[in-house]
């Protein structure tokens, strides 16, 4: 990648924040929209609340802050969904930074990304992630992707989010999506009890090919597939009634849920080791769960 200067780093930070608008603004269309068993609810059509918060600088550390947006919304059709937004600058820690390429030359690190989790009410809507990043060390790269966990699976779902995602990774290179899709099969996997958290999508991390403009805008079509397949599968679904036991089915996935952003996902210990906000960082639980 070539060297990474500010106008790079401001252009990702401010697409970050335009995804983080868009996809808001649609899944808020959604709880205005529906009209199955939600909307006799008393619960009104739900609104993200926006909550800022600010990296504390350690004394006698060296020159580290940023800080970020936590946005969480709960209504009618999302039991609770969350987008965030941080842009963060420091050290790395003498035990994190080995983990990091480019960190163990020098620990000082920048790093902007856009992360969401929406865990809907309805069992018959599924779960989904999406997140999108961009890394400085002495190198530069970019990290994200996005994959679904619905509690009920239905094959035209899963085709037509994995087509989304695979029309994003054609336009940029036509080994991506084959790449990248076994990539969050083998990530997204619960190894504890053996089996996958969903159904996939796509995961990259360290993505340098040596043209940052190719590599943003690629990032930017895998936030764009994201905003264009979520929305509408949410839709499709989010009038239809459920059950008592298709609700405790989707407590106990989203059990699983919990258990794998808890012992393997990457993101929550990066934002850990870095001193981020944790109360963003544990936005991806659910407000309810549940275990045998």
């Not at 969401?116 to 992707?145: C, D, E, Q, Y």
């Not at 036509?174 to 969903?198: I, M, N, S, V």
């Not at 597939?225 to 929305?231: E, V």
Request: with cysteine; proline share 4%; charged share 25%.
């Amino acid at each position: 990648m070539s060297k990474i200067d500010d106008t790079m780093k401001a252009r990702a930070t401010r697409w970050f924040a335009q995804l983080r608008d868009e996809i808001c603004a649609a899944l808020e269309s959604c709880e205005d929209d529906v009209a199955g068993p939600n909307r006799s609810s008393e619960a009104s059509a739900g609104r993200f609340a926006a909550e800022e918060w600010t990296r504390p600088s350690a004394e006698g550390a060296a020159e580290q802050g940023g800080g970020g947006v936590m946005s969480v919304m709960r209504g009618r059709v999302f039991e609770k969904v969350g987008v965030n937004l941080s842009t963060v600058y420091g050290e790395f820690s003498e035990s994190f930074r080995a983990q990091i390429p480019g960190a163990g030359e020098d620990p000082r690190f920048w790093a902007a990304g856009i992360s969401l989790v929406a865990h809907p009410l309805s069992p018959k809507v599924p779960i989904a992630h999406m997140n999108t990043r961009m890394i400085v060390t002495t190198r530069g790269w970019f990290g994200g992707g996005g994959d679904l966990t619905p509690v009920i699976a239905i094959d035209a779902d899963t085709e037509d989010f994995h087509a989304a995602l695979k029309a994003a990774c054609d336009a940029a290179d036509a080994e991506y999506h084959a790449r990248f899709k076994q990539w969050c099969d083998e990530y997204f996997f619960l190894t504890h009890r053996g089996e996958a958290r969903g159904v996939g999508g796509i995961f990259y991390d360290n993505l340098d090919s040596g043209d940052w403009e190719a590599d943003f805008a690629f990032t930017q079509d895998v936030g764009r597939a994201f905003l264009g397949i979520y929305p509408a599968l949410v839709r499709r679904h989010m009038d239809e009634a459920w059950t008592e036991a298709e609700r405790q089915q989707q407590l106990a996935k989203r059990g699983r849920y919990v258990e794998f952003n808890l012992i393997h996902d990457r993101g929550t210990k990066f934002g850990l080791m870095t001193g981020g906000n944790t109360e963003a960082i544990l936005m991806s639980l659910p407000p309810l769960a549940a275990w045998p």
